[in-house]
DNA sequence: ATATTAGATTAGACGTATTCTAAACTCCGG
DNA sequence: CCGGAGTTTAGAATACGTCTAATCTAATAT
């Protein structure tokens, strides 16, 4: 996704693609990494033009909104943020918090009797355990 | 679940039976409504003996290590809390953030390569749209 | 061009949820 | 009894996010 798509997604929710909203999208665009508001507002303004912590949580809240940024709550921690470009699943580590994407798949819904009269508008499914990083130190060492 | 299970649950977790603990996971059996710690601390003290919030808090995050009790993060809201009791999936509501219980039907587990190194340990499935209350408030009238 | 307007940004105060601290208490085995 | 691990407590402290009110910007109307 480069600067011009970005630009027009902007446009095509109806928002004003001002430097700082750019910025905020052009990172998650960019990092893949699941960062939180405030790594989202320290990297924006390493570089230019200085924005405030409220925009970035204005922007952000408007970006999920327009349905381009998706928001992860993770228990006890700040919560993430990434750009939803292809779809994909995630998988949040139980020791170090951390975001990954996993290959999408397509998940079952759920029968209608049981929705009742609930309106679907999507189905998360979120996998957890141990990060690659977090099971190798985990894991006791087979032979020393 | 009685009073006996609790207990027993409590000891087979390792966790002493105090009063305290006792009541957070007795509240937690009794309301499948997903209260917040601060609900749950005040549903607590409403009875007795007097806790404190932060031993209400430091309970809840025993039960969730135990594995009795299972904490939903809610963007935006305080983390909301449930008796691992039968399976179940979650819906949450975009609009006003209530969590509620979805009959439980499994989930396809992600292909093992895409998993690499990582260590499974479950696979949560959470549904998001609205509420039947917040659907019928949303909702324009068909004919009036 | 100038006025008008809605949208956006800003710094910092504020609020709420949660964790921390350090002292006291409780339970149990020796 | 005594010692120690586990637990509780009140309140301070922190983390995270929202709000306010003033200011700025950009798009449109006159
Ligand atoms: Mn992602
Ligand atoms: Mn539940
Ligand atoms: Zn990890
Ligand atoms: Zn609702």
């Known amino acids: ?8 997604s ?5 928002l004003r693609c001002t430097a700082q909203r750019y910025a905020v999208m052009a ?6 990494g699941h960062p939180t508001a405030a790594e989202i507002f320290a990297a924006v303004n390493r570089v ?4 405030s912590r409220a925009t970035t949580y204005n922007n952000l ?6 349905g381009l940024v998706r928001e ?7 919560a993430r943020f990434d750009a939803r470009g292809i779809r994909h699943h995630h998988f949040v580590c139980d020791r170090c918090g951390n975001v990954e994407d996993l290959e999408w798949y397509d ?5 209608s009797h049981s929705l009742g009269k609930r309106v679907l508008r999507e189905c998360e499914l979120i996998f957890r355990g141990l990060c690659s990083n977090c099971a190798r130190r985990r894991a006791p060492r087979k032979a020393s």
């Open 107 to 111: 998940v079952p819904r759920p029968a």
């Open 72 to 78: 992860v709550a993770v228990e006890g921690r700040a």
């Open 27 to 32: 990172f998650l665009v960019e990092h893949a």
């Open 1 to 8: 996704m480069d600067a011009r798509a970005i630009r027009q």
């Open 10 to 14: 902007l446009e095509d929710s109806g």
């Open 61 to 66: 809240r408007d970006l999920v909104r327009a």
């Open 48 to 51: 230019d033009p200085r924005s």
